[in-house]
């Protein structure tokens, strides 16, 4: 008996005294689990949120992320700067350098030739927009979307960039925008999560991708993303074990979900309660993931519009034209990522595969949306984590150059969602070096995004370790120039 009491002990700590309080709280939270209707509505986390309602009136409903990864040059895409053709192969003026930290790959150069883009730019739309050459497709769209050429941010490297504007926080183990906005908001549709992530991979020179870039962090993990991959099992552990029915499944979580509840009353651990989430959302997962994943029946139209691509599974283009299908049945926050940007050398064939690759499904996505009505209420946005240099990397060529990293600024673009279509907002100097007008962090960036979803940046926060977190840290303001 005494053992028994001393092992009781060890697991009674002030979580599970605290919880002990609550556990008719606490039960009402797992029925409700279980029946997802029966509490609808009711609670306010300490944000002063309810979960599903958001702070303000929405302009966006969902986002659809079309991630760069690796960084493509603003340079060769929709910063168009003439001054680097004329002063090709001279030195960057130091004035114009200051004292920017460079990488370990061009910080020991002799010098920092200039080099000019290998392509043309032409002006399109109402804004009379530059777009290079590479991106035929997207300048049909230039009424449509709003680019952005003043991006900044303060990483220099992939890893802590990437890290950064999908989590906030240059270090990892932080909840991810995706998460941020799951937990805010919560899912449309009870069969699918509310936050999906699709990969894709194109020739060039590919910068890795990992779960950190879609975790959780200290959020519950009912909002990591769930990853999607290409052929028979795009969700991973959904399927019912081999020998066992739908039924059998059925009762199984039945009876595990029972246990579950005993274990949450005895120690009060949230975790507990995500897991019967996460088990439950899997088997409804069964019947609806591929529903979503079969394209079959889209018209010959659409199928023309995305390119002949959207019918390989794992490509780019599949990968947008799914994400609109997980976008419509109601999936929060869909995010792609296309490896294959970075292009320290061998710049001009690199960039013209990928651009190929993304430019013409990135078009027929905002194309689709707006045809079908659901642009209005869709966010998407085209970009990577910095941009590239104006001077070479290296040895530089007629033909041939590569671009180092580069903080100081970058393009994006954003279409839908209640941003202004057909702007374009900021501009950099004369070489493409620093930001002159209309600078737009990346924690601006996020406070807007967060923004078009009707939650406000500096009250969506969680309470972890002392201390209360959100997406923007301790930074960021609504870029109101750019919302309709």
């Known amino acids: 008996m005494e053992k028994e009491i001393l092992e009781h002990g060890f697991n009674f700590n002030r979580r599970h005294f605290l919880s002990k309080l609550s556990l008719g709280l606490g039960s009402v939270a797992l029925g409700s689990l279980l029946i997802p209707d029966l509490f609808k509505g009711s609670g306010i986390d300490e944000s002063g949120l309810t979960p599903g309602i958001p702070h303000f009136a929405p302009k966006a409903k969902r986002v659809i992320y079309l991630f760069q990864n690796g960084a493509p040059s603003q340079l060769e895409s929709f910063d168009y700067k003439p001054k680097l053709r004329e002063m090709w192969g001279?030195?960057?003026?130091?004035?114009?350098?200051?004292?920017?930290?460079?990488?370990?790959?061009?910080?020991?150069?002799?010098?920092?030739?200039?080099?000019?883009?290998?392509?043309?730019?032409?002006?399109?739309g109402a804004s009379r927009a530059w777009v290079s050459d590479l991106f035929p497709h997207t300048a049909k769209i230039v009424d449509d979307i709003c680019i952005v050429k003043s991006m900044f941010t303060e990483a220099i490297n992939h890893d802590p960039a990437l890290t950064f504007v999908q989590t906030g926080s240059q270090q990892g183990n932080r909840p991810s925008m995706g998460a941020w906005l799951s937990y805010g908001l919560g899912s449309e549709n009870k069969n699918l999560p509310a936050f999906t992530v699709l990969l894709s991979?194109?020739?060039?020179n590919g910068q890795g991708v990992y779960s950190k870039l879609w975790t959780n962090g200290f959020l519950d993990s009912i909002h990591q993303g769930v990853q999607f991959s290409k052929g028979d099992d795009p969700v991973l552990y959904i399927k019912d074990p081999e020998g066992l029915d739908r039924q059998a499944r059925r009762k199984m979580l039945d009876n595990l979900?029972?246990?579950?509840?005993?274990?949450?009353?005895?120690?009060?651990?949230?975790?507990?309660?995500?897991?019967?989430?996460?088990?439950?959302?899997?088997?409804?997962?069964?019947?609806?993931?591929?529903?979503?994943?079969?394209?079959?029946k889209e018209p010959d139209d659409v199928i023309k519009l995305y390119g002949p691509e959207c019918l390989v599974p794992g490509t780019f283009a599949a990968n947008c034209l799914l994400a609109r299908k997980l976008s419509e049945n109601g999936v929060r926050f869909v995010q792609l990522y296309h490896q294959g940007w970075d292009q320290h050398g061998n710049l001009p064939y690199e960039i013209t595969s990928q651009a190929k690759?993304?430019?013409?499904?990135?078009?027929?996505?905002?194309?689709?949306?707006?045809?079908?009505?659901l642009l209005d209420e869709t966010l998407v946005i085209w970009g990577g984590e910095f941009g590239r240099t104006s001077y070479s990397q290296g040895k530089l060529t007629k033909d041939n150059?590569?671009?180092?990293?580069?903080?100081?600024?970058f393009s994006i673009w954003m279409a839908g969602g209640g941003i202004k279509p057909g702007i374009v907002y900021g501009d950099t100097d004369d070489f493409g070096y620093n930001v002159i007008k209309d600078p737009v962090h990346v924690h601006d960036f996020q406070a807007t995004v967060m923004n078009q979803l009707g939650l406000d940046h500096e009250k969506?926060?969680?309470?972890?370790?002392?201390?209360?977190?959100?997406l923007t840290d301790v930074a960021g303001k609504v870029v109101k120039d750019i919302l309709v």
């Open 90 to 124: 001279q030195e960057i003026p130091a004035s114009v350098r200051g004292n920017q930290r460079l990488t370990g790959m061009t910080a020991n150069q002799a010098s920092f030739p200039l080099v000019g883009s290998f392509i043309d730019f032409k002006q399109y």
């Open 257 to 296: 979900s029972e246990l579950n509840q005993l274990a949450y009353q005895e120690f009060g651990d949230p975790e507990i309660t995500a897991k019967v989430q996460q088990y439950e959302m899997a088997y409804r997962m069964q019947t609806a993931v591929p529903e979503v994943m079969d394209v079959s």
């Open 460 to 470: 969506l926060i969680f309470k972890h370790l002392g201390r209360r977190y959100r």
């Open 357 to 373: 690759d993304v430019d013409q499904a990135s078009a027929a996505l905002v194309t689709d949306l707006k045809q079908r009505g």
């Open 201 to 204: 991979r194109g020739i060039g």
């Open 401 to 409: 150059y590569g671009r180092d990293h580069h903080p100081r600024c």
